[in-house]
């Protein structure tokens, strides 16, 4: 099957604690998006990433980080420098050259 | 600073009852206007991609307009299965050659049987 895959679903930290939130496409995308999504707001860009090796800051970085080792893969990492992680978090990803972004299904992220 | 809202917030349909989604926009240099559903814990979903003004899609019961200051989804007939989560989001420069999205809250759309 082709498409995006996040994983977990879900996941449940508690404070102080670092995770790492998985996204992989097998579309042969060229770049790659990290969004966080919270009830009533529109969804904000984290970081992306258009090549390998390569990612950029988008409107709210602070307190993740992320890596691009290969073309398929962009994990996010929720460090616990981030006052407020509790939130739907959503990979997307396109071809380079190309306008439309595609999405993957989520993680939820809880800090307990 | 580049604006998108939508409105109304949240709406209520009778099935067979058609209606129409509204997103305005504020940005310095559209580079395109998509409309995402989405459905409660899922990802969103790629509806159309408009970029001029005066531009049209449609798909299936679902038609997408575009203006120099605004986008509406018009909804024809909805069924139950139309309810979702609509989201706008407008294409423009970031800095360089780079763009990025901006989207809008959203509009919880609820098609009653």
């Known amino acids: 099957d082709g498409g995006i895959t996040q994983s977990p679903k879900y996941l449940f930290r508690k404070e102080g604690q670092n995770v790492t939130l998985s996204c992989e496409q097998n579309l042969n995308h060229d770049a790659m998006y990290w969004y966080r999504q919270d009830p009533g707001q529109g969804l904000r860009l984290i970081y992306y990433s258009q090549i390998v090796n390569d990612f950029q800051k988008g409107d709210i970085a602070e307190g993740y980080s992320v890596s691009r ?13 981030q006052k407020n992680p509790t939130a739907f978090y959503l990979c997307a990803s396109k071809w380079a050259g190309a306008d439309t972004q595609y999405f993957g299904p989520g993680t939820r992220l809880t800090v307990l | 600073e580049d604006q998108v809202t939508q409105s109304p917030e949240a709406l209520r349909l009778q099935e067979g009852e058609s209606s129409s989604l509204n997103c305005s926009y504020t940005v310095s240099g559209l580079r395109g206007l998509f409309w995402y559903r989405q459905d409660p814990g899922k990802g969103p979903e790629f509806l159309f991609t408009l970029y001029s003004a005066g531009e049209e899609k449609e798909k299936e019961r679902l038609k997408a307009t575009l203006t120099k200051k605004e986008s509406f ?26 763009y990025k999205l901006t989207f809008g809250k959203g509009t919880l759309l609820t098609v009653n049987p």
């Not at chain 2, 989804?73 to 780079?98: F, M, Q, W």
């Open chain 1, 69 to 81: 080792e290969k073309k398929e893969s962009f994990p996010l990492t929720v460090t616990s420098a």
């Open chain 2, 73 to 98: 989804l018009h909804i024809t007939a909805p069924k139950p299965e139309d309810s979702a989560t609509y989201l706008c989001a407008v294409r423009v420069i970031s800095g360089g050659s780079n």
